[in-house]
């Protein structure tokens, strides 16, 4: 009975959202559908995988750090840590220095280049407690960083499109170290829907 019972659920949840769900398990008496990995025509998580590694290793082998490979690029520390975990796309420019700066081959780089990277994240990771604090900190203060950025800028958002962001550190009062992010990004504001402007009506009937 408990079989068939999770066999349903599992086909319901399925079923409600269009997402798969590989198994279910059991957390204090609770059962949770876990998401099996989703599938891509353009995207092949594998082959992603595979030249990530041989990325990460090429900057090992170099003894680079990622402040260290950012100077030689000329880009920020995250951006040049998103190249190599295939989170942003690489341009002609970078990509020559980024030759020159780490042992990657001639494939990896033209694919890189001509590629769309697939961005995105694994929701696994925010068990990951360095990440999941940085999350809870943004979301802790988040209504005050919305109320701080409305007062100074009006109705809006920030891009994270047009958007740099910072890793450093600095050292505190009693001589601790301390983390400090930067987040640098285009105010976006919301606009007012006037029919004058909006260049692509809908047909009426």
Do not use: W
């Amino acid at each position: 009975m408990l079989s068939q019972c999770l066999s349903r659920t599992s086909r319901a949840v399925a079923g409600s959202n269009g997402h798969r769900f590989s198994k279910l398990s059991a957390i204090d008496g609770v059962h949770h559908a876990h998401p099996s990995p989703r599938r891509y025509t353009t995207f092949s998580s594998s082959d992603h995988a595979d030249r990530t590694k041989r990325l990460l290793d090429a900057k090992e082998k170099a003894g680079l750090t990622y402040d260290k490979l950012a100077s030689k690029l000329g880009i920020t520390n995250t951006y040049a840590a998103q190249i190599l975990l295939g989170q942003t796309k690489l341009s002609a420019a970078t990509a020559a220095k980024l030759q020159a700066a780490l042992p990657i081959s001639e494939q990896d780089i033209e694919d890189m280049k001509s590629t769309y990277p697939m961005r995105g994240f694994d929701d696994e990771i925010l068990k990951e407690p360095n990440v999941y604090r940085t999350y809870e900190a943004i979301t802790h203060y988040g209504e005050a960083i919305k109320s701080i950025i409305n007062e100074q800028c009006g109705d809006g958002i920030m891009s994270a499109i047009d958007f740099y962001c910072d890793v450093g550190t600095t050292t505190g009062v009693n001589g601790e170290k301390r983390v400090v992010i930067t987040f640098n990004g285009k105010f976006l504001p919301h606009i007012e829907q006037k029919e004058e402007d909006n260049t692509a009506k809908s047909p009426r009937d």
